[in-house]
């Protein structure tokens, strides 16, 4: 495999607009309530300081894909020249083990019951075009590439790049500023786990 295409995301210019998910749902013709891609979101802190993080995540194509090694029918590749994942949903014969396998969750189901997930927009990548949610984050805030280029942009040290490490290496990017809180904020969203309830830093009892 020549390159692995991934998502690069800086945490600090989203600004949970959600023209990202709009773009993709619209260019793919994505049906009512089915997403690839979603804004997340984290609080952070205690309060009285209490901040919030967004970021956009999809599928992340991931470099060893667990959905691939499950599928019985063989439905989902990993495309050899830049690592996008793909289902032919002409195989699919929707029996979810896919969607088991994925701790982010990327595979979708809709009303055809095959499965259903970001594309990379491989058309567009085809045709040297940016994918739709890439080309429409007003905050600039996601960005796609090779996995290896995008890893050095720390915008002169203004930003330190974590990858997100876990099941399946996933082709995810994420960028903060230094200093801010770490990109591990984003685990539970990412993972769909609830986060631990934050203690109540003080009760209201009548006096
Ligand atoms: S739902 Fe479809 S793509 Fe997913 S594992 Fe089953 S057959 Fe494969
Ligand atoms: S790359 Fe394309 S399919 Fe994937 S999330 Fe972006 S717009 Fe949607």
Redesign the pocket.
């Known amino acids: 495999m020549r390159i692995q295409l991934g998502f690069y995301v800086d945490a600090e210019r989203c600004v949970q607009c959600h023209a990202c998910e709009v ?2 749902k619209g ?2 013709d994505v049906e009512f309530g089915v997403k ?2 979603r804004v997340i979101h984290a609080w952070v802190g205690e309060y009285p300081r209490v901040t919030d993080r967004n970021l956009t995540v ?1 599928c992340h194509h991931c470099a060893e894909p667990a959905c691939v090694e499950v599928c019985p029918v063989g439905a989902i590749t990993k495309r050899k020249k830049d690592g996008i994942v793909l289902v032919d949903r002409d195989v699919c014969i929707g029996c979810r083990a896919c969607l088991s396998a994925c701790i982010y969750k990327a595979p979708q189901f809709g009303r055809d019951r095959t499965m259903q997930k ?4 491989v058309e567009r990548i085809d045709a040297g075009e940016e ?4 080309a429409t984050c007003p905050g600039e805030a996601l960005h796609f590439g090779p996995l290896g280029e995008l890893k050095l942009q720390n915008r002169g040290g203004a930003r330190v790049v974590h990858q997100l490490t876990g099941q399946g290496a996933p082709s995810l990017l994420i960028a903060t500023a230094p200093g801010a809180p770490a990109a591990d904020v984003f685990l539970d969203p990412i993972l769909n786990r609830k986060p631990a309830p934050v203690p109540a830093p003080a009760a209201m009892s009548p006096v």
Request: with cysteine; charged share 5%; glycine share 0%.
């Open positions: 773009a993709c260019a793919n690839w891609r999809s970001c594309t990379f927009c994918p739709a949610c890439v």
